[in-house]
């Protein structure tokens, strides 16, 4: 599995913007993918999350404004951000984990793409 997270940017709040992260391996089924966020002295938060199966979770946060997909056929996660808040703003990342583990838990995933920056204005 290689990670690769694209799509952030600078946005007003309000508005939207897609990530994408494409895996440049040859494994992709039976892989939980999940999207974290960080910013600066803080540690790494869970955004959600998308079992191999299709089932969805979301942190409280975002619920509602972002949504998880995956096109397992292109071995390709997404994460489509509506209603951005500056409170948003933050490097996000895309990960992977073997079946099922504890899909909120950064330290659960195996692999993990470079970051992608979002920046959210007000």
């Known amino acids: 599995v290689q990670l690769q997270a694209s799509g952030g940017g600078l946005v007003q709040a309000g508005g939207s913007l897609r990530l994408s992260c494409t895996n440049s391996g040859r494994a992709f089924g039976g892989y939980t993918m999940g999207w974290f966020r960080q910013t600066p002295g803080k540690e790494r938060d869970f955004v959600g999350g998308?079992?191999?199966?299709?089932?969805?979770y979301y942190a409280d946060s975002v619920k509602g404004r972002f949504t998880v997909s995956r096109d397992n056929a292109k071995k390709m996660a997404y994460l489509q951000m509506n209603s951005l808040k500056p409170e948003d703003t933050a490097v996000y990342y895309c990960?992977?984990?073997?079946?099922?583990?504890?899909?909120?838990?950064?330290?659960?995933?195996?692999?993990w793409g470079q970051g992608t920056q979002v920046t959210v204005s007000s």
């Open positions: 998308i079992t191999w199966r299709g089932n969805l």
């Open positions: 990960a992977a984990q073997r079946g099922v583990q504890n899909i909120r838990n950064a330290n659960d995933y195996e692999y």
